[in-house]
């Protein structure tokens, strides 16, 4: 967050620590794409985010949504971890797929051809 006066700039990035995320699991197509609607959640809660932060004048407000879509994002990941069972679920990985192709646009499962 930049504050000048009374205009407030924010930029968002998403940002990997490839030092500190591993996966210790057998790599297969359903687990590439759990990887990846993993990382596309974060990417619609950034971009939700960025749409909130609009017209934001103070970086206490600011702050205070970050926090509130930080938390929100945190839950949903470990819901969406929890039913895909690392994409061993294919029933949840369908439908967490489902919110990122209504969200992004992308389909996963397409791309990496795991049937539902």
């Given at each position: ?10 930029f ?21 794409c ?58 949840y ?24």
């Open positions: 967050m930049n504050l000048s006066g009374d205009t407030l700039q924010t968002t990035k998403t940002i990997l620590d490839v030092y500190e995320t591993f996966v210790n699991l057998p790599e297969t197509p359903e687990l590439d759990f990887i990846n609607i993993y990382f596309d959640l974060y990417e619609i809660a950034r971009r939700q985010l960025e749409q909130e932060l609009k017209g934001i004048k103070t970086a206490e407000k600011a702050d205070k949504i970050y926090k509130k879509i930080s938390d929100d994002i945190n839950t949903r990941q470990k819901q969406f971890v929890s039913e895909t069972q690392s994409g061993k679920n294919k029933y990985l369908n439908k967490w797929n489902g919110v990122v192709v209504k969200e992004l646009n992308i389909d996963n499962m397409k791309i990496f051809g795991v049937l539902p």
